[in-house]
């Protein structure tokens, strides 16, 4: 019967076409890598300050002695938590922002409504990130996709403000509440905040002030409690 | 900055074949292949620090498949339900196979054409385990990793892929002898 399964597939094998890539297509990838690599770097380069605040705080922990050592650690980790985990969050969101953009990969579900949107990231990630829409005529809803931010999926909800990209990444809060602005970084702002357990990072090419709007009216539609339908 | 791509290169271009030979027949549309091997294989690079050692395989073949499917359901193509109910009506429609018997040995004489639209009428989801294990030749458990389903479904959802085939081909082979 084993047999009989096996010279029925091996009759399929032989058969069915089995598609080959064009080889155009492996150059449009390798492409599409390069360019991704180069908006990394791009976004390293502007970043290396805090980099190297980091070994500096390494290299004075290793040589003073042993009490000096665990006091500059306690310092490092402290100042890494609080000072450095956002703004290497930060970086990570304002690369995941432009690598959309480069790739012209912006949503996996295309829709204004949030009633299209919020229901396809079911099954995709483990939790329901709310999605609002809640001033059409200033900041369009576009769509979302899943992301990859902090070693875990996310939501991106992609926003626009006039001929501008917002990208909204959203995961369940780990820690305390996050607030506040980030450093601009290459011409992007960020924007973070809590509610409803969920951490909301915005990055845009937009200013400061706007984005601050956009968060403020995203933080008063009831939709993004994240319990609505 | 080349290191990692030339470990991208030998651990997951060489499966680019196989990439697209599973978008193919899950689309089937050729440039519509392409635009969702190039997305897989980007977000795969994208990935590729996070995946460690192992068959790089089972892993890019599951971001190609969800491409896909993310393709079909903005086509409309299927439904955006998850394709288990699909399995529940078809459940209905097909009876389970009889004793696997001689027809595979009317299969050899079946034209490659037959064949390939045999398989391009399945639903997707048995397509793809047709697709996955007949040509691409994965393990039961490789093809339960792609698909994001228990092993058992998988092999529940090849017999019967290979009991819609054989329902094809044989009556396809019935009917031109019938003709002669």
């Known amino acids: 019967m084993s047999n009989d399964r096996n010279s029925f597939d091996a009759a399929l094998r032989a058969g069915a076409t089995r598609h080959k890539a064009p080889p155009e297509l492996r150059a449009r990838i390798w492409r599409g890598i390069d360019a991704q690599l180069q908006a990394d770097a791009a976004v390293s380069r502007a970043h290396g300050r805090s ?77 329901s990130p709310p999605v609002w829409n809640a001033r059409p005529q200033e900041f369009p809803l576009l769509g979302g996709r899943v992301d990859y931010i902090d070693h875990r999926p996310a939501a991106a909800l992609v926003y626009k403000r006039k001929e501008h990209f917002i990208n909204v990444f959203i995961w369940p809060q780990s820690g305390g509440a996050v607030s506040g602005a980030g450093k601009p970084m290459n011409g992007f702002n960020t924007l973070r905040w809590s509610d409803g357990g969920m951490q909301f990072w915005a990055v845009s090419d937009i200013s400061a002030e706007e984005l601050a709007k956009f968060r403020d009216l995203s933080l008063t539609t009831k939709e993004a409690g994240g319990s609505g339908s | 900055m080349t290191n990692i791509k030339s470990e991208f290169e030998t651990a997951v271009m060489v499966h680019l074949d196989a990439a697209y030979n ?38 890019l073949m599951g971001i190609v498949r969800n491409a896909a499917y993310t393709l079909l359901r903005e086509r409309g193509v299927i439904a955006h339900t998850e394709i288990a109910d699909e399995e529940g009506e078809l459940e209905a429609k097909w009876e389970a196979p009889a004793q696997d018997g001689p027809e595979s040995m009317l299969m050899r004489k079946t034209e490659a054409a037959q064949i390939n639209s045999a398989i391009a009428a399945l639903p997707p989801a ?49 009917g031109e002898r019938y003709e002669q």
């Not at chain 1, 922990?61 to 500059?72: I, V, W, Y």
């Not at chain 1, 690598?99 to 949107?117: F, M």
């Not at chain 2, 689309?27 to 690079?45: I, M, N, Y």
Request: with cysteine; charged share 20%.
């Open chain 2, 126 to 174: 048995y397509r793809e385990v047709i697709v996955l294990r007949a040509m691409e030749e994965l393990s039961y458990e490789e093809i339960a990793v792609v698909a994001g389903v228990p092993v058992g479904t998988i092999m529940s959802r090849l017999s019967r892929a290979r009991a819609m085939l054989r329902q094809t081909l044989v009556s396809d082979v019935a």
């Open chain 1, 51 to 127: 980099t190297l605040t980091l070994s500096w705080f390494n290299f004075r922990g290793l040589a003073a002695g042993f009490a000096m050592g665990a006091l500059c650690a306690v310092l490092a980790v402290t100042v890494f938590q609080n000072g450095l985990g956002n703004e290497r969050l930060d970086e990570e969101m304002v690369s995941g922002h432009v690598r959309a953009l480069i790739t012209g990969h912006l949503s996996d579900v295309i829709s204004t409504d949030q009633h299209t949107v919020k229901p396809w990231f079911a099954g995709k990630l483990e939790f």
């Open chain 2, 22 to 59: 599973l978008a193919h027949w899950l689309v089937r549309d050729a440039s519509a292949a392409e635009d969702v091997v190039q997305e897989s294989l980007l977000r795969a690079f994208r990935y590729f620090e996070g995946f460690r050692g192992g068959d790089a395989r089972p892993w």
